[in-house]
């Protein structure tokens, strides 16, 4: 009996587990990557509005006014994964102590919600509250892994 030429049964069974296991191992690697790579924006998005909230005091001597539409402080409207909306620009006035504190929210229904970052005058980053699951950091600083590190 001549022996026909291809795979056996077993030997396509123990590649299918074999890459069954290499997917079970990647596959939460690569969804913590990606959602590390979304915390960038909601960074990003407040350090600008920092700069933005200076300028503006620079001009006025005061934060009041500042996040809304029309000032060279207004809050960014088309982030993908954070929302930030006025009611989150926080602003403590007449000096002193003139303090503001703004805050970025992941987008409800995402892989980010209930993240929430913010930033304030003295340049102090928190992270306010994090997604279920994660854990909250010790210090103050922006959350970049589910474990609670900075």
Not at 38 to 58: C, D, H, I, N
Not at 119 to 127: G, H, L, M, P, Y
Request: charged fraction near 15%; glycine fraction near 8%; include cysteine.
């Amino acid at each position: 009996m001549q022996r026909q030429p291809g795979f056996t049964l077993i030997e396509l069974m123990v590649t299918v587990a074999i890459i069954a296991i290499l997917a079970g191992i990647a596959l939460p690697s690569y969804t913590q990557y990606v959602v590390r790579g979304k915390l960038v924006e909601g960074a990003s998005a407040l350090m600008a509005m920092r700069t933005k909230m200076e300028l503006y005091f620079q001009d006025n001597r005061s934060y009041v006014g500042a996040c809304v539409a029309g000032t060279t402080a207004a809050l960014p409207t088309a982030l993908k994964h954070f929302d930030m909306v006025p009611a989150d620009c926080i602003i403590t006035n007449p000096p002193p102590p003139n303090d503001y504190r703004i805050i970025a929210r992941g987008k409800v229904g995402t892989d980010l919600d209930g993240l929430v970052l913010s930033i304030d005058q003295a340049n102090v980053r928190r992270t306010e509250s994090v997604p279920a699951g994660w854990t909250l950091p010790a210090t103050p600083c922006w959350v970049t892994k589910k474990n609670g590190q900075c």
